[in-house]
Nanobody
Framework: QVQLVESGGGLVQAGGSLRLSCAAS????????MGWYRQAPGKQRDVVAR???????YYADSVKGRFTISRDNAKNTVYLHMNSLKPEDTAVYYC?????????WGQGTQVTVSS
């Protein structure tokens, strides 16, 4: 079993920054299986950033150059550093882990960017 707990969301003005954290516990084989998704009201859940096994990380076009995914292996924690935030970044952000048999999700953390 895997547990993912996000934190760090909040209300920020456009142009501001936030750092989201996802603490993972349980049967985590590798943090390479982790990533961040977001879901805005009335829209589907989309990938924001993910680690990959080929050395470079994946970023959605809408966040390239502004968001950075990072991790602390010793703490089993993944971060999403968000800079130059825009109102269209407003969403619930979810941490995701793809295990051998299934995917796991955190409870989500709300990010609201005011204009």
């Amino acid at each position: 079993q895997v547990q993912l707990v996000e934190s760090g969301g909040g209300l920020v003005q456009a142009g501001g920054s936030l750092r989201l954290s996802c603490a993972a516990s349980g049967s985590i084989f590798s943090l390479n299986g982790m990533g961040w998704y977001r879901q805005a009201p009335g829209k589907q859940r989309d990938v924001v950033a993910r680690f990959t096994n080929i050395g470079s990380n994946y970023y959605a076009d809408s966040v390239k150059g502004r968001f950075t995914i990072s991790r602390d292996n010793a703490k089993n924690t993944v971060y999403l550093h968000m800079n130059s935030l825009k109102p269209e970044d407003t969403a619930v952000y979810y941490c995701n882990y793809v295990g051998a048999a299934r995917a796991y999700w955190g409870q989500g953390t709300q990010v609201t960017v005011s204009s």
